[in-house]
């Protein structure tokens, strides 16, 4: 019966893109660069929004040492193009967040927004090398290039004064929804079904804390939205990684029978 619904996928993503086209730009908020964390500490301005950017490389560095050692084993295999991608975005966005963090303005904003961008290409390549079992390098160069180019045409669009930030969006919410629906659609373990389920369903409650900075900043005092979707955004990224993880350490022929 899923049979059926294998190009669903690709009507999802023109449906969004159509959207997207008929909608006309989407413009960065204004006062966007205003956050709630002003504190500096030991001489570094927006302290706790720089430095809960630690965690992404944290993450990244785990999930290379533990991965790109068994890129070659099968279960992982088929993606590890892709989860390659996604662990140097990781990476790149610990660097390239902090870095714009210390002064927000839109030409730092670049170096953040790329490497997340990078990463969310990577993951949808990953993922679907996983469920298709098929090579994800062909896919990995082409998102990496959409990757790029999203992030291009805001800062150049914002440069002659209607900044659009329509493909960068774009990018950011296709994951959402298609790894599940790639997912349920190849039958994918329920372990990895569940494990990046919860870390799609952070990464949302991240995006919410990011819009709500300034709110959860006044109810929480100490701890910004814009602090708090670091955390949830590398919580979210590690357990994506801890089930890649699991799944290489897992005896093989568990795994053959659960992918049954």
Known sequence: MKLAYRHLPLVVTALLAAAALFH?????????????????????????????NLGFAVVAVWGWIKLAPARRHPDIQSGWAGYRLFLIGLFLTALGSSWYHLAPDNAS???DRLPIALACGGLLAGVWGDVRQQESRGLVAGLALIAVASVGWWYFTDLSGNG?????????GLPILLIPLWQWIYNTPGPDRLAFGAALALYVIAKFAELNDHEIAAALGGLTGHTLKHLLATAAAGLIVARLVRRIHAPRTTQQLVRL
């Open 164 to 172: 659009d930030l329509r493909p960068y969006l774009l990018l950011q």
């Open 109 to 111: 904003l670049v170096w």
């Open 24 to 52: 006309g730009p989407i413009a960065q908020p204004a006062g966007y660069h205003d956050f709630a964390d002003q504190k500096i500490v030991f001489g570094i301005p927006h302290f706790a929004d720089v430095i809960s």
